[in-house]
């Protein structure tokens, strides 16, 4: 079942068994109690939960909010990777650095610079001729910031072992810029970029303290799923709580699993030929004008 090469670490039975031991502590023995807790909930009680006027609301904002702002993080953490990866220029680590910082940046501390930032008595927020701040574009704002590390540090491996070489060839074998990113660049980004975007999401459906702030919480206009169950708790309604916590579990999970599914059936040379039967009447029309 498992190979019996040599190994730099000794003892791979132990460290197998200590591994598991603090992954079964930290992550399976604390879901196992959640789905313990919620098997005691009766059919009614889950219905009359999850028909709740206010989860909806909540779950159709959190859903909409986290996809615009996981899609915003990854086109943006595209370009941002990109640059620091391909072009040298004064700063650059600097901004490598700051990178890292909504990771290590206890996230209220982000949510309260960004309320202050962007209230209508901000820096921002009182010049901008719309308001930000306490309404779903700030919670879209909160979220991106905290998620566009997952993308640009997903895509820099990746955009590191694409030769220089094979940008060269296509322009000798005269590849316009854009057929070159079309056809090359962009399928083997893909798969990459696709998981930068699924592990945003993931994380966008679950924050909480950079969100907390900027969405004042308010029921039906700002509340998101997190900010509701934090309420649930506070009214010491422990059901709802636990009905709320599954629902958010299995929506990330599927999630995850169906990225998963698409990366394992989207192959290079599938994304080539899709996009190049998409594309050929567009050039096919350029090239005759």
């Keep these: 079942m498992f190979s019996s090469r040599y190994s730099v670490i000794p003892g791979f039975w132990l460290s197998l068994g200590y591994t598991l031991s603090w992954l079964s502590l930290i992550v399976l023995l604390p879901l196992a109690a959640l789905f313990l807790y919620a098997s005691h909930i009766h059919f009614d009680q889950l219905v009359t939960i999850l028909s709740n006027r206010q989860l909806q609301s909540a779950l159709k904002l959190s859903l909409y909010t986290s996809f615009y702002a996981s899609?915003?993080?990854?086109?943006?953490?595209?370009f941002l990777a990109w640059m620091l990866?391909?072009?040298?220029?004064?700063?650059k680590k600097i901004i490598?650095?700051?990178?890292?910082?909504?990771?290590?940046?206890?996230?209220?501390?982000?949510?309260?610079?960004?309320?202050?930032?962007?209230?209508?008595?901000?820096?921002?927020?009182?010049?901008?001729p719309f308001k930000v701040a306490y309404t779903?574009?700030?919670?879209i704002i909160a979220m991106v910031f905290v998620t566009i590390p997952f993308t640009i540090r997903t895509l820099e491996?990746?955009?590191?072992?694409i030769?220089?070489?094979?940008?060269?060839?296509?322009?000798?074998?005269?590849?316009?810029?854009?057929?070159?990113?079309?056809?090359?660049i962009f399928p083997m980004l893909f798969p990459a970029w696709l998981?930068?975007?699924?592990?945003?999401m993931a994380r966008s459906l679950g924050e909480y303290g950079?969100?907390?702030?900027?969405a004042a919480n308010i029921p039906y206009k700002t509340e998101i799923l997190p900010i509701l169950i934090v309420s649930k708790l506070d009214q010491f309604d422990y059901t709802g709580a636990t009905v709320i916590s599954l629902l958010m579990l299995l929506i990330s999970f599927g999630l995850l699993f169906f990225i998963t599914i698409v990366q394992r059936w989207i192959k290079p040379h599938r994304l080539i030929w899709f996009i190049t039967h998409l594309s050929l009447p567009f050039f096919s029309k350029k090239k005759s004008s």
């Design 157 to 161: 491996p990746i955009i590191n072992d």
């Design 136 to 139: 779903p574009l700030g919670i």
């Design 71 to 78: 899609l915003l993080a990854s086109i943006f953490g595209a």
């Design 96 to 128: 490598d650095s700051m990178i890292d910082l909504p990771l290590a940046l206890p996230t209220a501390i982000a949510g309260i610079a960004l309320t202050t930032l962007y209230a209508p008595n901000g820096l921002l927020g009182s010049i901008l």
């Design 195 to 200: 998981t930068g975007f699924s592990l945003a």
């Design 85 to 91: 990866t391909r072009y040298s220029f004064t700063g």
């Design 210 to 214: 950079s969100v907390v702030f900027i």
């Design 163 to 184: 030769p220089y070489s094979v940008e060269e060839a296509a322009k000798t074998l005269g590849a316009t810029p854009l057929q070159t990113f079309l056809y090359i």
